[in-house]
């Protein structure tokens, strides 16, 4: 796995940020226990059909979707998708509100967003819906290790969940009419791919989608605020429970690898056997490194090979080995009595 770099403003934070807002799409049972989770907004009235019996026939909405942390070792990777009203998008979003790309706006902005957005009395509560698939680490590195070929890859991961998540929204009823999605990849492949699953939708993907259309710097700051509240979420349970032999004051910074702070806590926190919880993706090349290295006081574990291509049949084990041939399903229960027995 090749890792990214962190934006610039995540290595100038503290662990965690001092005013970081917690939003509702935080599942803080889910992410304890290390699975993956996902969360709707209600669906603003205005943006519902007038009768639940005609789906997608209320105000044409445009669409955004949008990921934060796809290259660190720690924390979710979390992918988000925002929807307002066609017309309302430049004047709600660009004009009124100033979003943007996420890396290129500040933390206190971010959550300064977030939190007018859950704000039920606001103007953008009011207008707009958003959603959040945060894909857990330990689910991230389960897909991304499968044996026999079978890999889950990262990418395969992402598509799905922007699937679900815009499945999820077209269920609630909402006419989406434009779709907007900021890709890693090839963006006509990822194109393709969606508009046979989204036959009836305008969708464009392109890269720097965050920086171009208004409802994907909104899903980026959607995705970006639950990530961040999620660090801070799982750095809380450190803290409060502790591992053996590590240091719980140890700053872990933006969870890249690139992030001297981060390396440097899972070195001090790491235990020889089971590495750390489920805040790592144990799948990056920084934490296998890590394990299999004697230098960090990691220890190799040799699992015994699946296939060792025993023939053995089921009966072989409920029969003696001197028995002979016979009828080896009689004797699983004893040996078979003669009419002298009555």
Request: aromatic fraction near 8%; proline fraction near 9%; include cysteine.
């Amino acid at each position: 796995m090749t890792d990214s770099q962190p934006p610039p403003e995540d290595l100038t934070l503290k662990t965690p940020p001092p005013d970081v807002f917690i939003p509702p799409s935080i599942n803080t049972a889910a992410l304890l226990r290390g699975q993956s989770s996902t969360y709707f907004s209600p669906v603003p009235p205005s943006l519902l059909p007038a009768s639940p019996s005609q789906p997608g026939t209320g105000p044409p909405v445009a669409l955004g979707v949008d990921e934060a942390g796809r290259g660190p070792v720690l924390g979710p990777m979390v992918y988000g998708i925002f929807y307002l009203p066609l017309p309302l998008s430049d004047p709600l979003l660009r004009q009124t509100h100033h979003f943007d790309d996420s890396k290129v706006l500040s933390h206190s902005v971010r959550s300064s967003l977030m939190q007018t957005l859950c704000t039920p009395s606001s103007d953008l509560h009011a207008s707009c819906g958003w959603a959040t698939s945060s894909l857990s680490a330990r689910d991230i590195s389960a897909g991304m290790m499968r044996p026999s070929g079978g890999m889950y890859n990262l990418n395969a991961q992402a598509m799905d969940a922007t699937v679900e998540l815009i499945r999820g929204v077209y269920a609630r009823g909402v006419n989406i009419e434009e779709i907007y999605v900021d890709t890693i990849g090839q963006p006509a492949a990822y194109q393709a791919k969606l508009e046979r699953v989204f036959p009836t939708a305008k969708i464009t993907v392109a890269k720097k989608a965050d920086s171009l259309y208004p409802c994907v710097s909104a899903a980026s700051v959607c995705a970006k605020v639950t990530r961040d509240a999620a660090l801070e979420t799982l750095w809380r349970a450190r803290g409060q429970g502790g591992g053996e032999g590590g240091n719980e004051d140890m700053e872990w910074g933006s969870g890249y690898p690139s992030d001297g702070r981060c390396v440097s806590w899972m070195k001090g926190n790491m235990h020889p056997v089971f590495g750390w919880g489920p805040e790592c993706r144990f799948s990056w090349g920084t934490a296998k490194d890590m394990l299999e290295s004697t230098k960090t006081g990691g220890i190799k574990v040799d699992w015994p090979v699946d296939d060792d291509g025993d023939t053995h049949r089921m009966t072989d084990f409920f029969t003696s080995k001197d028995q002979g041939d016979g009828d080896e399903l009689g004797t699983w229960f004893g040996t078979p009595a003669g009419l002298e027995a009555f």
